[in-house]
């Protein structure tokens, strides 16, 4: 009986629909994350008659003919990189994007990271870094003689002295932004990789054409709406019982069989 495999397969599809949707909710809180759904395929199928071959010598035409599905794959898991809420910190070094683009960050690595994380901080020499101490690339270093640090919607970077009237321009913050922001590589610590499937990076300054803008003293916060998340653990839940549901039954009929004498 192939049903016992196609709901063995339905089962496996439902407990990674689930584990998708436990992420999002342990990720309702954390800085720029972006929840993700898993996208489902129908499995190869059986052709017991091929639709469209020929039913008699006069030239016939199956208009359907039988093929037997065997079930369903993962096809993906994609991220949805819609807005999150702003929330309002006012600590000088929090920064939000509102609209499109990533912070980039330099990693260890040499490789460059790109984040919608803006807890940022400075470390010992000055330097802004996020919470790992990774350097915010290009990277700005705000004296230790500054009174005020103003960051503006363009990501100009200003500084107050004491003694001084006018502010002076220390950095320009850059962001970057993708053809395809689904396909970067999420590897932790709110932190994203470059792949063939996102496209090179395109970089420039906020409030460009085709990039977002700053808020100082905000963080965007995750994305995750709990309601819905709620909402579709029950319907996987209620899936993965019906196609348990389908292997008892198969088995009762298989005990059926056994039984006759």
């Known amino acids: 009986m192939l049903s016992l495999d196609i709901a063995a397969t339905g089962m496996l599809a439902q407990q ?13 809180t954390t800085t720029g994350y972006k929840r993700q759904r898993a996208q489902f395929q129908d499995l190869i199928y059986q052709n ?3 639709p469209g071959t020929t039913s008699s010598s006069i030239g016939s035409i199956l208009p359907s003919g ?3 599905g065997l079930g369903v794959k993962p096809g993906s898991v994609y991220r949805i990189n819609e807005q999150g809420t702003l929330n309002i910190t006012g600590n000088t070094y ?7 683009g990533w912070f980039q960050i330099a990693m260890p690595s040499g490789e460059t990271g790109y984040t919608r994380d803006g807890s940022f901080q400075i470390n010992a020499d000055g330097a802004i870094v ?5 350097l915010l690339d290009p990277s700005i270093t ?9 960051i503006s919607d363009s990501g100009i970077v200003q500084i107050k002295v004491a003694g001084q009237i ?11 932004t993708f053809q395809n922001d689904a396909g970067l590589e999420a590897v932790g610590n709110n932190l994203f990789l470059e792949t063939d499937a996102s496209g090179a990076a395109t970089t420039g300054n906020p409030t460009d054409v085709g990039f977002g803008k700053l808020q100082q003293g905000a963080r965007e916060v995750s994305n995750v709406n ?5 909402t579709t653990m029950i319907t996987a839940q209620r899936s993965y019982e019906m196609n348990s549901k389908v292997i008892q039954t198969s088995d009762d009929m298989l005990g059926t069989l056994t039984q006759l004498r």
């Open 16 to 28: 990674l629909n689930v584990d998708v949707i436990s992420n999002n909710i342990a990720n309702m």
């Open 94 to 100: 929090d920064l939000a994007i509102a609209g499109r």
């Open 226 to 230: 709990v309601v819905d998340e709620i």
């Open 48 to 50: 017991k008659v091929r």
């Open 166 to 176: 006018a502010t002076q321009q220390i950095g320009q913050i850059q962001l970057a």
């Open 142 to 150: 705000v004296p230790d003689n500054a009174t005020d640090v103003t």
């Open 66 to 68: 039988i093929q037997l």
């Open 130 to 134: 996020n919470a790992q101490g990774y």
